[in-house]
T-cell receptor, first 113, second 110 residues
Framework: SQTIHQWPATLVQPVGSPLSLECTVEGTSNPNLYWYRQAAGRGLQLLFYSVGIGQISSEVPQNLSASRPQDRQFILSSKKLLLSDSGFYLC????????????FGSGTRLTVV | RKEVEQDPGPFNVPEGATVAFNCTYSNSASQSFFWYRQDCRKEPKLLMSVYSSGNEDGRFTAQLNRASQYISLLIRDSKLSDSATYLCVVNEPGGFKTIFGAGTRLFVKA
């Protein structure tokens, strides 16, 4: 069966520090991968999606970036965190066109101080 | 108009009650629809897909009205464990743009 792993679960980082969040998927090949952010009390905002290795689409301009170095690995990065980057970051995967919905990782709760 | 709108609630209902949530979407070309459940400080989990003919999964019934561009979720015989936030989700053509509603909070009380 397919599983998705995301770490760390919680992170407290100072303003201006770098960020690297990693997500890996097992049990499937060539998944579509997504990074979402959920601010406190808000809906999910799509940040990036990827349909294959090295293919990244950005939905929202910001100081974050994403990379997909391997088929089942998706990384979210920042060179310098802002206070506004605080939130709940969720990685997700889906099949071809998401017609069966998404499966989310357990999320990373990031607090920038 | 927001792309996907939900009543934020909260809905406070006693155990055993029937509760219904509605969700409207703005893009008439939207192709697939889902309800997700999100527990406090946890990731969203797929509850059920919503099919054009309507579908049922135990105590949960989902309906889609394409003409009026809304979907609904009905929960019968509410349990304490149903307390959560319910997210309405709409996939736009192409499948990569998935819009999540902000969610409706449900509290089921003994």
């Amino acid at each position: 069966s397919q599983t998705i792993h995301q770490w760390p679960a919680t992170l407290v980082q100072p303003v201006g520090s770098p960020l690297s969040l990693e997500c890996t998927v097992e049990g499937t090949s060539n998944p579509n991968l997504y990074w979402y952010r959920q601010a406190a009390g808000r809906g999910l905002q799509l940040l990036f999606y990827s349909v294959g290795i090295g293919q990244i689409s950005s939905e929202v301009p910001q100081n974050l970036s994403a990379s997909r170095p391997q088929d089942r690995q998706f990384i979210l990065s920042s060179k310098k965190l802002l206070l506004s980057d605080s939130g709940f970051y969720l990685c997700a995967w889906s099949g071809n066109v998401g017609e069966f919905g998404y499966t989310f990782g357990s999320g990373t709760r990031l607090t920038v101080v | 108009r927001k792309e996907v709108e939900q009543d934020p609630g909260p809905f406070n209902v006693p155990e055993g009650a029937t509760v219904a949530f509605n969700c409207t979407y703005s893009n008439s070309a939207s192709q697939s629809f889902f309800w997700y459940r999100q527990d406090c400080r946890k990731e969203p989990k797929l509850l059920m897909s919503v099919y054009s003919s309507g579908n049922e999964d135990g105590r949960f019934t989902a309906q889609l009205n394409r003409a009026s561009q809304y979907i609904s979720l009905l929960i019968r015989d509410s349990k304490l464990s149903d307390s959560a936030t319910y997210l309405c989700v709409v996939n736009e053509p192409g499948g990569f743009k998935t819009i999540f509603g902000a969610g409706t909070r449900l509290f089921v009380k003994a």
